[in-house]
Protein backbone atom coordinates (compact mmCIF):
# COMPACT_ATOMS: atom_id res chain seq x y z
CA UNK A 1 0.00 0.00 0.00
CA UNK A 2 1.04 3.54 -1.15
CA UNK A 3 2.63 5.85 2.17
CA UNK A 4 3.32 9.05 2.47
CA UNK A 5 6.58 9.96 0.96
CA UNK A 6 8.96 12.77 1.94
CA UNK A 7 11.42 13.96 0.41
CA UNK A 8 14.62 14.43 1.07
CA UNK A 9 15.75 12.19 3.74
CA UNK A 10 18.76 13.89 4.97
CA UNK A 11 19.43 17.53 4.60
CA UNK A 12 22.77 19.05 5.80
CA UNK A 13 22.47 22.80 5.82
CA UNK A 14 24.17 25.75 7.22
CA UNK A 15 23.19 28.26 9.96
CA UNK A 16 21.23 31.18 8.51
CA UNK A 17 20.61 29.17 5.52
CA UNK A 18 17.05 28.17 3.74
CA UNK A 19 15.37 24.78 3.38
CA UNK A 20 12.68 23.15 2.10
CA UNK A 21 10.70 19.88 3.07
CA UNK A 22 8.43 18.08 0.89
CA UNK A 23 5.51 15.98 1.86
CA UNK A 24 4.08 13.66 -0.75
CA UNK A 25 0.07 12.37 0.93
CA UNK A 26 -1.53 9.42 0.69
CA UNK A 27 -3.61 9.04 -2.85
CA UNK A 28 -6.50 10.01 -2.26
CA UNK A 29 -5.65 12.08 1.10
CA UNK A 30 -6.49 15.41 1.87
CA UNK A 31 -5.23 16.73 5.03
CA UNK A 32 -1.71 16.87 5.75
CA UNK A 33 0.15 17.61 9.06
CA UNK A 34 3.86 18.64 10.01
CA UNK A 35 5.63 17.97 13.05
CA UNK A 36 9.08 18.67 14.81
CA UNK A 37 10.77 16.05 16.73
CA UNK A 38 13.75 17.26 18.20
CA UNK A 39 16.15 14.76 19.55
CA UNK A 40 15.71 12.83 22.26
CA UNK A 41 11.95 14.35 22.34
CA UNK A 42 8.19 13.92 21.40
CA UNK A 43 7.10 14.66 18.20
CA UNK A 44 5.25 18.56 18.36
CA UNK A 45 2.81 19.59 15.69
CA UNK A 46 3.76 22.33 13.75
CA UNK A 47 0.95 23.06 11.17
CA UNK A 48 -1.97 21.65 9.35
CA UNK A 49 -3.70 21.40 6.24
CA UNK A 50 -6.92 20.86 5.39
CA UNK A 51 -7.85 21.22 1.21
CA UNK A 52 -5.43 23.36 0.76
CA UNK A 53 -6.01 25.57 3.27
CA UNK A 54 -4.20 26.12 6.75
CA UNK A 55 -6.21 24.71 9.25
CA UNK A 56 -4.36 24.40 12.39
CA UNK A 57 -1.06 25.79 13.89
CA UNK A 58 0.55 24.64 16.42
CA UNK A 59 4.49 26.06 17.71
CA UNK A 60 5.64 26.92 14.43
CA UNK A 61 8.52 29.56 14.10
CA UNK A 62 7.60 32.45 11.97
CA UNK A 63 10.80 31.84 10.17
CA UNK A 64 8.83 28.75 8.84
CA UNK A 65 5.59 28.97 6.50
CA UNK A 66 4.31 25.77 4.98
CA UNK A 67 1.48 25.07 2.17
CA UNK A 68 -0.21 22.85 0.39
CA UNK A 69 -0.64 22.85 -3.32
CA UNK A 70 -3.36 21.35 -5.92
CA UNK A 71 -2.07 17.81 -6.26
CA UNK A 72 -2.01 17.66 -2.12
CA UNK A 73 1.81 17.68 -1.54
CA UNK A 74 3.01 19.88 1.08
CA UNK A 75 6.06 21.87 1.27
CA UNK A 76 7.56 22.76 4.47
CA UNK A 77 9.64 25.91 3.95
CA UNK A 78 12.42 27.07 6.30
CA UNK A 79 14.62 30.40 6.30
CA UNK A 80 17.32 31.94 8.47
CA UNK A 81 18.19 28.36 9.86
CA UNK A 82 19.26 27.74 13.74
CA UNK A 83 21.50 25.22 15.34
CA UNK A 84 17.96 24.07 17.01
CA UNK A 85 16.57 23.69 14.04
CA UNK A 86 17.97 20.05 14.35
CA UNK A 87 15.63 17.35 14.12
CA UNK A 88 13.43 14.98 12.56
CA UNK A 89 10.86 16.65 10.54
CA UNK A 90 7.67 14.23 10.17
CA UNK A 91 4.87 14.74 7.81
CA UNK A 92 1.59 12.57 8.43
CA UNK A 93 -1.85 12.65 5.78
CA UNK A 94 -5.39 11.46 6.72
CA UNK A 95 -8.54 10.65 4.68
CA UNK A 96 -10.01 13.83 5.95
CA UNK A 97 -10.31 16.18 9.36
CA UNK A 98 -12.67 13.69 10.93
CA UNK A 99 -11.29 12.59 14.14
CA UNK A 100 -11.73 9.05 13.09
CA UNK A 101 -9.11 8.94 10.72
CA UNK A 102 -5.96 8.14 11.52
CA UNK A 103 -3.16 9.61 10.77
CA UNK A 104 -0.04 8.08 8.74
CA UNK A 105 3.10 9.27 9.18
CA UNK A 106 5.93 9.33 6.29
CA UNK A 107 9.44 8.30 7.16
CA UNK A 108 10.56 11.94 7.91
CA UNK A 109 13.47 14.32 6.80
CA UNK A 110 16.61 14.57 9.22
CA UNK A 111 17.77 18.11 9.52
CA UNK A 112 20.95 18.60 10.37
CA UNK A 113 21.37 22.58 10.95
CA UNK A 114 25.52 22.94 11.39
CA UNK B 1 -3.20 22.62 28.12
CA UNK B 2 -2.95 19.08 27.37
CA UNK B 3 -0.13 17.08 28.63
CA UNK B 4 0.50 13.58 28.02
CA UNK B 5 2.88 11.30 30.47
CA UNK B 6 3.74 7.94 29.41
CA UNK B 7 5.16 5.35 32.39
CA UNK B 8 7.97 3.88 32.60
CA UNK B 9 10.17 5.84 30.22
CA UNK B 10 11.85 2.52 29.43
CA UNK B 11 11.52 -1.37 30.16
CA UNK B 12 13.46 -4.61 29.38
CA UNK B 13 11.63 -7.63 29.52
CA UNK B 14 12.53 -11.31 28.55
CA UNK B 15 11.02 -12.96 25.29
CA UNK B 16 7.76 -14.37 26.02
CA UNK B 17 6.81 -11.85 28.58
CA UNK B 18 3.50 -10.28 28.32
CA UNK B 19 3.52 -6.57 29.23
CA UNK B 20 1.70 -3.28 30.00
CA UNK B 21 2.29 0.18 28.88
CA UNK B 22 0.55 3.44 30.37
CA UNK B 23 -0.33 6.66 28.99
CA UNK B 24 -2.64 9.15 30.56
CA UNK B 25 -3.80 12.48 29.53
CA UNK B 26 -4.74 15.58 31.62
CA UNK B 27 -7.83 16.84 29.37
CA UNK B 28 -10.25 13.95 29.23
CA UNK B 29 -11.97 15.93 26.09
CA UNK B 30 -10.62 13.98 23.45
CA UNK B 31 -11.57 12.67 20.15
CA UNK B 32 -9.43 9.72 20.20
CA UNK B 33 -6.07 7.89 21.19
CA UNK B 34 -2.84 6.24 18.96
CA UNK B 35 -0.81 4.32 20.24
CA UNK B 36 2.40 4.09 17.60
CA UNK B 37 5.80 2.67 17.20
CA UNK B 38 8.91 3.93 16.64
CA UNK B 39 12.51 2.19 15.21
CA UNK B 40 15.24 4.61 16.41
CA UNK B 41 15.55 6.82 14.04
CA UNK B 42 12.69 5.83 11.89
CA UNK B 43 8.80 7.03 11.38
CA UNK B 44 6.54 6.39 13.50
CA UNK B 45 3.93 3.33 12.49
CA UNK B 46 0.27 3.84 13.63
CA UNK B 47 -0.60 0.71 15.78
CA UNK B 48 -3.92 1.14 16.95
CA UNK B 49 -6.81 4.14 17.40
CA UNK B 50 -9.32 4.33 19.73
CA UNK B 51 -12.31 6.74 19.33
CA UNK B 52 -13.45 8.56 22.46
CA UNK B 53 -16.34 6.05 22.24
CA UNK B 54 -14.54 3.19 22.60
CA UNK B 55 -13.33 0.98 25.08
CA UNK B 56 -10.41 -1.08 23.26
CA UNK B 57 -9.34 -1.92 20.28
CA UNK B 58 -7.33 -5.22 19.22
CA UNK B 59 -4.82 -6.18 16.66
CA UNK B 60 -2.85 -9.35 16.40
CA UNK B 61 -0.92 -9.19 19.94
CA UNK B 62 -1.64 -5.70 20.85
CA UNK B 63 -4.79 -4.52 22.92
CA UNK B 64 -4.98 -1.33 24.14
CA UNK B 65 -7.72 -0.20 26.35
CA UNK B 66 -9.47 3.56 26.67
CA UNK B 67 -10.83 4.95 29.83
CA UNK B 68 -11.22 8.42 29.09
CA UNK B 69 -12.93 9.39 32.25
CA UNK B 70 -9.82 8.69 34.14
CA UNK B 71 -7.70 9.96 31.80
CA UNK B 72 -5.68 6.51 31.19
CA UNK B 73 -4.85 4.18 28.62
CA UNK B 74 -2.80 0.86 28.61
CA UNK B 75 -1.03 -0.78 25.89
CA UNK B 76 -0.50 -4.37 26.58
CA UNK B 77 1.26 -6.45 24.51
CA UNK B 78 1.42 -10.53 24.45
CA UNK B 79 4.04 -12.89 23.90
CA UNK B 80 6.89 -10.29 23.34
CA UNK B 81 8.92 -10.91 20.99
CA UNK B 82 12.56 -8.95 20.42
CA UNK B 83 11.17 -7.62 17.09
CA UNK B 84 9.21 -5.74 19.47
CA UNK B 85 11.79 -3.94 20.90
CA UNK B 86 11.19 0.28 20.02
CA UNK B 87 9.71 3.06 21.82
CA UNK B 88 6.41 3.24 22.00
CA UNK B 89 4.46 6.40 21.78
CA UNK B 90 0.85 7.78 22.92
CA UNK B 91 -0.40 10.69 21.58
CA UNK B 92 -4.33 12.20 21.87
CA UNK B 93 -6.35 14.25 19.67
CA UNK B 94 -8.35 16.89 21.52
CA UNK B 95 -10.31 19.73 20.28
CA UNK B 96 -8.13 20.39 17.18
CA UNK B 97 -6.29 18.12 14.99
CA UNK B 98 -3.36 18.48 16.10
CA UNK B 99 -1.74 15.03 18.24
CA UNK B 100 -0.35 15.61 21.51
CA UNK B 101 2.25 13.25 22.44
CA UNK B 102 3.81 11.46 25.68
CA UNK B 103 7.37 11.07 25.69
CA UNK B 104 7.31 7.54 25.08
CA UNK B 105 8.46 3.90 26.54
CA UNK B 106 11.40 2.48 25.29
CA UNK B 107 10.93 -1.35 25.46
CA UNK B 108 13.85 -4.02 25.11
CA UNK B 109 12.59 -7.36 24.14
CA UNK B 110 15.64 -9.66 25.28
CA UNK B 111 15.77 -12.64 23.54
Known amino acids: AAGVIQSPRHLIKEKRETATLKCYPIPRHDTVYWYQQGPGQDPQFLISFYEKMQSDKGSIPDRFSAQQFSDYHSELNMSSLELGDSALYFCASSASRDSQETQYFGPGTRLLVL | KQEVTQIPAALSVPEGENLVLNCSFT??????LQWFRQDPGKGLTSLLLIQSSQREQTSGRLNASLDKSSGRSTLYIAASQPGDSATYLCAVQGGSEKLVFGKGTKLTVNP
Open chain 2, 27 to 32: DSAIYN
